[in-house]
């Protein structure tokens, strides 16, 4: 069963306990760069979800669907009690995502996580209160549940992933913050976001924190771009049985070339 909450002002409140056995959807309209909130779909532990719009591109609503229970491929650290299912209409923008917790030391343990598949789950944080924590600079929106990370490994946690251009090429980093039972990355490029996906390494760009807690930032040059195209990236975890996890997708639009300037002489007749 959905519940569907029409009103599109934030002004729902629960005194006592919310029980919610399905789900419960609130839908807001984007206009612009904004923070949304969603009314009972993203209130939990006093505390809300919310979506700040910082870049809107064609983005022009946002629907929000909670889940009370686990989700359906949630591993140990994910098994948090309650995902959300946050599907945009539109693309090219991008998000700071809050998600509400009950997490203990927050600082330490909670991560804001988005299913990218199966059983893999892309984690991150940026910032964290006692009740909620923040994952900055998003460009892609699916499944999400608050991970903590008290309750079992994330085998690799993202702090960011993003792609740049300098001069003549684009320069992807990431940094991680766990690297448990990670052998390295494979890394990919592509003119789209669905592909086609061509693997710039040539065979795994090894981890540098192999089997700890601690992270790493990493840096690849991209030389073999051209002016006024958009690339997309897209990164991946090689755990140490093989095991692909999926950790991020970002792009970039490198500048058009600038035309050689012209050098123009009179003509001289004889």
């Known amino acids: 069963m959905t519940l569907v909450e029409t009103v599109s002002a934030d002004n729902v409140t629960v005194a006592g306990t919310l029980t919610n056995s399905g789900t419960i959807r609130k839908t807001q309209s984007v206009s612009g760069a904004g923070s949304k909130t969603f009314g009972l779909a993203g209130r939990y532990n006093g505390a809300d979800l919310s979506v700040n719009v910082t870049t809107q591109g064609s983005l022009s609503q946002l629907q929000v669907d909670r889940v009370d229970s686990n989700h359906p491929n949630a591993v140990a650290a994910t098994q948090t009690g309650r995902y959300w299912s946050i599907t945009p209409t539109g693309s ?7 998600l509400p917790h009950n997490v203990s030391t927050p600082g330490t343990n909670a991560y804001v996580c988005r299913n990218t598949g199966g059983t893999n789950w892309m984690c991150g944080r940026t910032s964290a209160t006692a009740n909620t924590v923040t994952r900055t600079e998003l460009t892609t929106l699916s ?3 608050v991970g903590d990370s ?3 490994p994330l085998a690799v946690r993202l702090a960011n992933f993003q792609a740049t251009v300098a001069g003549h090429q684009v320069v992807v980093t990431w940094e991680t913050v766990s690297e448990l039972d990670v052998q390295g990355f494979h890394l990919y490029r ?3 976001a669905a592909g086609p996906w061509q693997r710039l390494d040539a065979g795994l760009i090894p981890s540098a924190a192999p089997g700890s807690a601690n992270g790493h930032t990493y840096a690849f040059s991209d030389r073999d771009v051209q002016g006024g195209r958009t690339y997309w990236y897209r990164l991946e975890a090689v755990d140490l049985a093989g095991g692909i996890q999926a950790l991020g997708l970002t792009s970039v639009t490198v500048r058009p070339t600038a035309a050689a300037p012209r050098l123009w002489l009179p003509w001289v007749g004889w």
């Not at 090219?92 to 809050?98: G, Q």
């Open 92 to 98: 090219s923008y991008t998000i700071d995502l809050t």
């Open 150 to 152: 008290s309750k079992g």
């Open 143 to 145: 499944d999400w549940a």
């Open 190 to 192: 592509a003119e789209s």
